[in-house]
């Protein structure tokens, strides 16, 4: 069927600085890849990529962005990424860099490894952390994300076994 | 600026090379300016950074030969980036404000003298060939 078909790059912003993940905002993030893509990939990148080019999602607390592309040509994008160094907003400057986590062809199938992603991410802070309050807190919302996944995986099956 | 009529020629040859040969020109619209070799090729250079931006500008690309009086040169490309190569002459436009424009006359994947030599050897090959089969028909 006729449909224009999309690539979403899941990817987390890495950063010493823990204003640098405040200061994101979605059309600072966009102007920013533009750019570099334009940078990287001259005219004919900046033209291929931007027509389909969209922030989809964006969490300033966890640093995860969503972004949207053109099928044909997510592979110019994904190679920019790596050449961006830092984030500008409102003359600061903070050096930073895109980690891509996961490429999808829609918004669920990247909504679904991110919820895995971040049960992972739970698990590791668990182990690393040092401070009593914080580690119950962690520990709760471990155990809270455990109850939902099998809730998940029992309406599964459920669904299965009706078909 | 119109370019004269030419006439075009297309051999094909089946062998897949690593490298494709341009020999090219570059004619401005006023007389008088004058480009090493060293300008010649940042000229090339930035333009294809212009289009398809710093990682195909960092192509390896070499000019074999250059002629400073005729602004004409041959220029060496990896196959994978000729097309990006010939695109970024074709829409370069100017040079240091002066209106200029990219003749290319032939895009070979073989360097022209080795190109002749095989030419000559396969030439002899065949004459040789007839003869002998001249012979044995006599024999």
Known sequence: MVRFKHRYLLCELVS??????LSLDDRVLSSLVRDTIARVHGTFGAAACSIGFAVRYLNAYTGIVLLRCRK???????????????????????????????????????????????????LILLQNCTDEGEREAIQKSVTRSCLLEEEEESGEEAAEAME | ??????????????????????????????????????????LLISAVKD??????????????????????????????????LWSSLTLLGSYKG???????????TIPSHIANKIEWWVDCFLIHSTHFCACINVI
């Not at chain 1, 920019?80 to 160094?85: H, Q, V």
């Not at chain 2, 040969?21 to 004619?27: A, F, Q």
């Not at chain 2, 195909?56 to 220029?75: F, G």
């Open chain 2, 51 to 84: 289009l398809f931006g710093e990682v195909d500008a960092a192509l390896p690309l070499d000019i074999l030969t250059y002629e400073e009086k005729t602004l004409s040169a041959i220029l060496r490309i990896c196959s994978s980036g000729l097309v990006k």
């Open chain 1, 72 to 122: 044909e040509f997510y592979q110019l994008v994904w190679s920019a990424l790596p050449f961006i160094t830092y984030l500008e907003n409102k003359g600061h400057r903070y050096p930073c860099f895109f980690n891509t986590l996961h490429v999808g062809g829609t918004i669920r199938t990247c909504q679904k490894f991110l919820i895995q992603y971040n049960r992972r991410q739970l």
């Open chain 1, 16 to 21: 010493d600085d823990p204003r640098c993940r």
């Open chain 2, 1 to 42: 600026m119109p370019a004269p009529a030419a006439t075009y020629e297309r051999v094909v040859y089946k062998n897949p090379s690593k490298y494709h040969y341009m020999k090219v020109c570059l004619e401005f619209q006023d007389c008088g300016v004058g480009l090493n070799a060293a300008q010649f090729k940042q």
């Open chain 2, 98 to 108: 002066k209106k200029c424009a990219f003749r290319v006359s032939q895009v070979k």
